[in-house]
């Protein structure tokens, strides 16, 4: 005669459960990794006792297991004298991205892409120690002119771990604790080291624009600084390089600003780079009738920056695509899996596609614009 045990074994599994929860909440990862093996041990003997739901309990255990090896990598991880919540480090996690970015994906800009691979290789190199590769370069320069780009093909290129902050958002998101998720920030990223902190929108922090920032914003710039000074970074020998950028760069405030003594400048394309950044955007496709040099004046009249080249190529290849595929709404009916038995019919990419596309492309800046970029990088520039 078998015993059915599942009512008792349900039992546990609640109270374990439970203890796991508490466990985590209060950061004590070896009481939870101790908790979730025990989860694991009674979804096995459930689905020993319970045939017929043996495939649902294993599959459990198995996820159960999981977690427990996740709870050992995060004991391992934390150090004792760090305190971070863990809250705020599973936001952390969250503003890892992943990076495909090359920099052959990146047009023109040859000056700071060679600024930027010198201080990544100067950092990895062994070296005397009265030679310090720089912590922090902030990038400045108009709207959509590569800085993501940038800071993205910097961590792809290091297989570095890569932060992607929006500093506005995280001060608004946790104001009075932004100071709190810097440092987890920096706990994170020196354990995965080599790690790349890129912070767009970094005038955010500044106090110069009013003088009287919030407290929680101080708070967070404090914290920032002692990070940036990074005695913490020399004494593990952990690279994180902050990547700090901005489009209104007049409006940081010099203590920041000294912080970062590689200040790069990232400007609208000029004609070479325009037609770089015109191949990237119709890459693979048939530009031999264009006069790309013809499209690239055009661009940089227009002060366009790379995102709005990138918009210029998307809108002339669709003009492109709806003349060689009329009526290609009718096909919204085909079932998914007919669908993907077509093609697209494509043709050369022609002159005629980017004159309607110019119209419809208006970049947001003006001359004065930047002029003050330039000024601004004269003064305070590399
Ligand atoms: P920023 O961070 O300076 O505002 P991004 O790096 O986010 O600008 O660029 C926005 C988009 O514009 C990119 O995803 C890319 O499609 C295009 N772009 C901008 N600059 C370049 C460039 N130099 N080469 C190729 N594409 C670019």
Redo the contacts with the bound molecule.
């Keep these: 005669m078998t015993v059915d045990l599942s009512g008792p074994l349900l039992n546990s599994l609640e109270k374990s459960k439970e203890a796991y929860k508490k466990a985590m909440a209060e950061g004590n990862f070896e009481l939870a990794k101790e908790k979730a093996l025990e989860c694991y041990r009674i979804l096995k003997a459930l689905a020993k006792n319970v045939p017929d739901y043996t495939n649902v309990y294993l599959k459990r255990a198995k996820e159960w297991k999981k977690i427990a090896e996740n709870v050992e990598r995060k004991r391992v991880m934390e150090r004792p004298e760090i305190e971070t919540s863990n809250n705020f480090r599973e936001y952390i996690e969250t503003l890892i991205s992943e990076s495909h970015i090359t920099w052959d ?5 040859y000056e700071v892409k060679k600024l930027m691979k010198e201080t990544i290789v100067l950092s990895g190199l062994r070296k005397p120690e009265a030679i310090k590769p720089w912590k922090g370069i902030l ?1 400045f ?12 093909a910097s961590a792809n290129g290091l297989h570095a771990t890569f932060f992607n902050i929006e500093v506005g958002k995280v001060i608004s998101k946790y104001f009075g604790e932004s100071s709190k998720i810097i440092s987890a920030l920096y706990d994170v990223a020196r354990e995965r080291s080599p790690s790349v902190i890129f912070m ?1 929108e970094f005038d955010a922090l500044s106090i110069a624009r009013n003088g009287d920032a919030s407290d929680a914003s101080k708070r967070m710039l404090s914290t920032l600084l002692t990070e940036l000074d990074g005695f913490k970074n020399e004494k593990d020998d952990n690279f994180v390089l902050t990547l700090a ?1 901005t ?1 209104v760069p007049w409006e940081i405030d010099q203590a920041i600003l000294s912080r970062f003594p590689r200040r790069i400048y ?1 400007p609208l ?1 000029d004609k070479k ?1 325009c037609m ?2 015109l191949k ?2 119709m890459k693979d496709l048939d530009i031999a009738n264009l006069s790309l040099s013809e499209i690239a004046e055009e661009c940089v009249k227009r002060f366009y ?6 918009n210029l190529c998307q809108l002339a290849i669709w003009n492109m695509i709806r003349d060689e595929n009329k009526g290609l709404e009718k096909l919204i009916n085909l079932p998914y899996e007919k669908l993907k038995e077509r093609s697209l019919n494509i043709r050369a990419m022609e002159m005629e596609d980017f004159y309607n596309a110019f119209g419809k492309v208006k970049s947001p800046l003006t001359e004065k614009d930047i002029e003050k970029y330039e000024k601004w990088n004269s003064e305070y520039g590399e």
């Design positions: 994906s990146i047009g023109g800009l990038l320069g108009p709207p959509g002119t590569g800085k993501t780009l940038l800071a993205s767009d950028a489009n990232v394309p780079a770089e950044i990237i955007h920056s790379g995102r709005d080249i990138a």
